[in-house]
């Protein structure tokens, strides 16, 4: 059974660094092909893909983020991170991470709801 | 503005069917058989229903279907249920440097 569960801070200030872990189970990053993605849906709005990091280390990032996202991988916790530096409060969503293969996202985690508020 | 167009609504009686399109350009859909369509109910993850194309995951009804044509995807639905009101979201594989690409959703409902 795979399951995935996003962790972190409920809020966050203007202008901090965001850091988000998703720790995951019944499967193994270290596999051919699988990936870990982070993607966010704002309230009432719709889902953003943020970044991806592939079970060889290679990773992707949204375009319109890149200079402010990084992702890491950690195979021996199982658990994939993702900063995000100088948040603002349009970063506000739920963040969920999310198992990847053959180019789809087959598992998500139930999401965790980040509020970016001085 | 997302990369994949999705109408952002569509409503249907019990029973009907109804199709959700979603175009992009020949550099992800056209391009690859690697589209997929998850839905979302309010205040849940999103759930996989259609992966390359026209592969429904083990567990979901087989009154959801995916087909495409060119640079559209299609997810249909037949025999509409209550239960079936939600958000739907597609997305592809992209030649581009990022390999993933969203819809902007579409919001069913179910009359």
């Known amino acids: 059974q795979i399951t995935l569960k996003e962790s972190g801070p409920m809020l966050v200030k203007p202008t901090q660094t965001l850091t988000l872990t998703c720790t995951f189970s019944g499967f193994s990053l270290s596999t051919s092909g699988v990936g870990v993605g982070w993607i966010r849906q704002p309230p009432g709005k719709a889902l953003e893909w943020l970044a991806l990091i592939y079970w060889d280390d290679d990773k992707r990032y949204s375009p319109s983020l890149k200079s402010r996202l990084t992702i890491t991988k950690d195979t021996s916790k199982n658990q994939v991170v993702l900063t995000m530096t100088n948040v603002d409060p349009v970063d506000t969503a739920t963040y969920y991470c999310?198992?990847?293969?053959?180019?789809?996202?087959?598992?998500w985690g139930q999401g965790t709801l980040v509020t970016v508020s001085s | 503005q997302s990369a994949l167009t999705q109408p952002a609504s569509v409503s249907g009686s019990p029973g009907q069917s109804i199709t959700i399109s979603c175009t992009g350009t020949?550099?992800?859909?056209?391009?690859?058989?690697?589209v997929s369509w998850y839905q979302q109910h309010p205040g849940k993850a999103p759930k996989l229903m259609i992966y390359d194309v026209i592969n429904r995951p083990s567990g979901v009804s087989n009154r959801f279907s995916g087909s495409k044509s060119g640079n559209t995807a299609s997810l249909t639905i037949s025999g509409l249920q209550a239960e079936d009101e939600a958000d739907y979201f597609c997305s592809s594989y992209t030649s581009s440097t990022t390999h993933v690409v969203f819809g902007g959703g579409t919001k069913l409902t179910v009359l």
């Open positions: 020949s550099s992800d859909i056209g391009g690859y058989n690697y």
């Open positions: 999310a198992h990847r293969t053959r180019s789809s996202w087959y598992y």
